[in-house]
Each structure stands twice: as structure tokens, then as C-alpha cells.
């Protein structure tokens, strides 16, 4: 088991590229393991869930659950001075950042395939080894105020914040009822964190329908970072909500201030805020839960296009979707689509329609060991054009070599009817057909190897 687990490090070296999102700086200030809120991080078991939707802290009072010693930014005198003296705070004793890396390979059974082909017919390869680094803070300001970030600097992309806010909690009525979170941020549109899947970077497939046709600026995409504000919160344990405002993509003056919505309701299971628990155990293993959610969001992004550059094009787009989760104990299904209407793609494009359905199923063998894969279906529709599609598969196991330290192995089967006019790149697919009526059948892409770790 030694010798296969060193071979199994040595390939994973060679992993894809993904975001990282767990953060050791709260395994810091909690004194606790990684895997108290994380099964293989990213992916959240029901604690954890409850800890990111109560603003990254501990049912009850938070600072109850801190076992290393806050370091006191005033007196309780202050309080009572207030507003003639500052309300008082706390720092960590410890740094509250973390820091970790990922990289990628790509392996190609078929170097004739779509994805080999973009390769270059090579059939490895090393290029992305070592992709990204990321450098977090997280923590509190007090029992109310958190915050978290994540600075990103990657191989090809230089250095980004994917995230950076400010979780102003509990503001009115009962606990959890209202908070407003602000700063840069996916958007909540599901009960569960986006970064939830144990396969691929995102729960919710990203489809940057623009792009598919061409635009040669940032295309938009709904469940991206961006800043804005957020109102959410949990009410009677089950039932969570959120309203927001976005700023979206490629800002001119006229900036767009997108508005999205989303609620989700939660039968059975550990509740949504860890708050009157009925002495239901809120642990993966007791979990058998339906949870059921619906999202609606609306942008006007203005972007270069290659037909009117520099002009920008505006195009104003309406999504709506849903998810439903299955839980059984270690085993859980994920199920989600939604619609897009776009009024412009490109400045001359007619309307166009976009369907993305996906479904993941997996299953946790043992605490450090997950199986299973997930299925894609993409459909784009331009008004009185080429219907075009796009399958893809995408079976896979992940492992904890340690809490810390993370494997994934997975393979992309995929085939296509069609493509648009930028070809399927874009939205991060391999195949490649001729043109918008030729297909492709199932074809072998790549196989992938992933590590990566936090620290």
C-alpha cells in the first residue's frame, strides 16, 4: 500500500486545474481537522454547510467554539461608551491566511480526438504541472462580522481575487434570518456551496454562451465572481433565500448592476443552520435529505465582438433555473439545468437560447475515498439558426492522502452535434466537428490527474 500510494502521489503531480477553496486558517482558530467540514475539500459535509451559510461560523455563539485565544481590540467599557468610543473586536492569535497550490496534466488515449487534436496530437501533457497558487484570509471581526478572501495567481492569467468579502450576519429577527454579505463572490444560487462537486470545478455548469460566438472580451458568466451585494438568510432551520446585485462583466460607464434571486427548502436531514437540531445527528452518515432549489438571474453585459470592435455590444440575458440534491448517507445525486435567453451574442446575432442540464452522482467509499462521475448537456439555439449540442461524461474517483492533500483521477468521454461559431473551447469542451452540421460520436478526450493541497 506504501509503494502504490507514493505511485499514485508521483501521478498526481500531473493534476487538472481547479479552484481551491478549503482553508486551514480555520483549522487554526477552531483547533479541529480539515475534515470537520469537509469530506474531500472542497466538498462540505452537513457541518460544514452549515458554517459556510451561517458566514463562515460555529452554530450558537462562534466565539464559544475558538480555542485559540482571541487577541481583545478594546474593553467591554467600549461598548458601553459606544458611539462616543469604537465598539470593540478581536484578532487571531495565529495568521488567518492559508496558502496552497494545483497544477495539470492532460493524457490523451486517442491523440486523434478533439482534445488531442487542441493538444497538438501530443499525448501528454505537462505544460500546467504547477497552474495556480492561492493565498487566503479568512476570519472574524466579532460573533457577527466575517470575512474571506482568496488571491489567486495563476500560470497564464497573472494575479486575480476570486474572492474577497465582507459577511455582515444576523442583522434582524431571529438568528440567520438576515445577512448581507458584500464584496466579490459567486453568487448563492443553491442551498450548497458552487464548489461542491467532488468531479469538476463548479456544481453548476458554466457556459459562457458570448463566447461560443465569438467575443473577444470576458464573456459573462451568471455564476462567476463578481462583485456586488447579497441579502440571504435561513428561516424556521429548512428554508434559505437570497436576493443580490451584481456588477457582472466588462464594466463600461454604464455599469450593469445585475439583480438575481434564489430559495431552496431543505425536507429532512441536518438543518440548514445547525440552529434546533431535534436531536437529529448532523453528520453525513445519519443524513437523508431532498433538497430543492430555484434561481432566476438577469444581466446586461456589453462586451468586444469581433464584428464591431471596438464598439461594445451590449446583450441583455435572462436565466432560469433549478437543482434538486438526493442524500442517503454517503451516497448523494445532484441534479440541476437551466434555461438562457441572449437578445445578442454578437452585435448582428438574433436571439439565442441556451439549456444546461447536469447530474453528478457519487459515493463516499470511505472518509478519505469518493467515486462516481457526472453527465453534461449543453444545447445552444440561435432564432431561426443551427440547433447545436454537446454531451459530455465524465466518470472519476477523488482521495484524501491526507486532509490536507488531495488526488483526483478522472476520464471525458464526449460527442457533439454541430458547434457554434467559436467552436465548443470556449465552455471548456474537446470536441470538434466539422462545422455546425457535422457531428462527432463519443470520443475519448483526455484522462486527468489532479493534486492539490492547502497549508
Given at each position: ?66 480555542k485559540a485565544e482571541p487577541i481583545e481590540l478594546g474593553t467591554d467599557e467600549q461598548k458601553k461608551q459606544f458611539s462616543d468610543a469604537v465598539w470593540p473586536g478581536t484578532l487571531s492569535p495565529f495568521p488567518a491566511f492559508a496558502w496552497g497550490f494545483n497544477g495539470q ?344 490527474v489532479l493534486m492539490w493541497t492547502a497549508f
Amino acid at each position: 500500500m506504501r509503494r502504490l500510494a507514493s505511485i499514485v502521489v508521483l501521478l498526481a503531480i500531473t493534476g487538472v486545474a481547479v479552484r481551491a477553496h478549503a482553508v486551514p486558517a480555520f483549522a487554526r482558530k477552531y483547533k479541529t481537522s480539515c475534515v470537520t467540514c469537509h469530506t474531500i475539500f472542497p466538498k462540505l459535509t452537513p457541518f460544514g454547510e452549515q458554517f459556510r451559510r451561517n458566514g463562515y461560523r460555529f452554530p450558537g455563539v462562534d466565539s464559544d467554539s475558538v480555542k485559540a485565544e482571541p487577541i481583545e481590540l478594546g474593553t467591554d467599557e467600549q461598548k458601553k461608551q459606544f458611539s462616543d468610543a469604537v465598539w470593540p473586536g478581536t484578532l487571531s492569535p495565529f495568521p488567518a491566511f492559508a496558502w496552497g497550490f494545483n497544477g495539470q496534466a492532460v493524457f490523451h488515449p486517442d491523440k486523434h480526438s478533439g482534445g488531442g487534436a487542441a493538444d497538438n496530437g501530443a499525448v501528454a501533457n505537462f505544460d500546467t504541472l504547477i497552474e495556480e497558487g492561492h493565498l487566503w484570509a479568512a476570519g472574524s471581526f466579532d460573533d457577527s462580522i466575517t470575512y474571506y478572501s482568496e488571491l489567486t495567481a495563476s500560470r497564464t492569467g497573472g494575479v486575480d481575487f476570486e474572492t474577497a468579502a465582507v459577511f455582515f450576519n444576523d442583522l434582524a429577527g431571529p438568528a440567520h434570518a438576515v445577512n448581507l454579505w458584500v464584496g466579490r463572490r459567486v453568487g448563492t444560487f443553491t442551498s450548497f456551496q458552487n464548489h461542491g462537486s467532488y468531479f469538476a470545478d463548479a456544481m453548476l455548469t458554466q457556459v459562457p454562451v458570448t463566447g461560443l460566438y465569438g467575443a473577444t472580451s470576458d464573456p459573462f458568466l451568471f455564476n462567476d465572481n463578481h462583485n456586488g451585494l447579497e441579502v440571504n438568510g435561513i428561516v424556521a432551520s429548512f428554508f434559505n433565500y437570497s436576493v443580490g446585485v451584481a456588477a457582472g462583466t466588462n464594466l463600461d460607464t454604464r455599469n450593469s448592476a445585475n439583480v438575481y434571486a434564489h430559495a431552496g427548502y431543505k425536507i429532512g436531514g441536518a438543518t440548514l443552520d445547525g440552529e434546533e437540531t431535534g436531536g437529529v445527528p448532523q453528520d453525513l452518515e445519519h443524513e437523508q435529505s431532498i433538497t430543492l432549489d430555484a434561481f432566476a438571474y438577469r444581466s446586461i453585459s456589453r462586451f468586444n465582438d469581433s464584428s464591431m470592435t471596438p464598439v461594445l455590444t451590449k446583450n441583455t440575458s435572462l436565466t432560469l433555473g433549478g437543482a434538486i440534491r438526493a442524500q442517503h448517507a454517503e451516497l448523494e445525486l445532484d441534479v440541476g439545468a437551466f434555461y438562457q435567453t441572449d437578445d445578442h451574442v454578437t452585435s448582428t446575432a438574433p436571439s439565442t437560447t441556451t439549456l444546461s442540464q447536469w447530474n453528478e452522482l457519487s459515493y463516499l467509499v470511505y472518509p478519505w475515498l469518493a467515486v462516481g462521475g457526472r453527465v453534461e448537456y449543453l444545447r445552444v439555439a440561435r432564432d431561426g439558426g443551427t440547433v447545436v449540442s454537446d454531451l459530455r461524461i465524465v466518470p472519476g474517483a477523488a482521495a484524501l492522502i491526507r486532509p490536507n492533500l488531495k488526488l483526483v483521477l478522472t476520464g471525458t468521454l464526449e460527442q457533439a452535434s454541430g458547434m457554434p461559431d467559436a467552436g465548443w473551447a470556449a465552455a471548456g469542451l474537446a470536441a470538434a466537428p466539422a462545422d455546425a452540421a457535422s457531428k462527432v460520436g463519443i470520443e475519448i478526450e483526455q484522462v486527468q490527474v489532479l493534486m492539490w493541497t492547502a497549508f
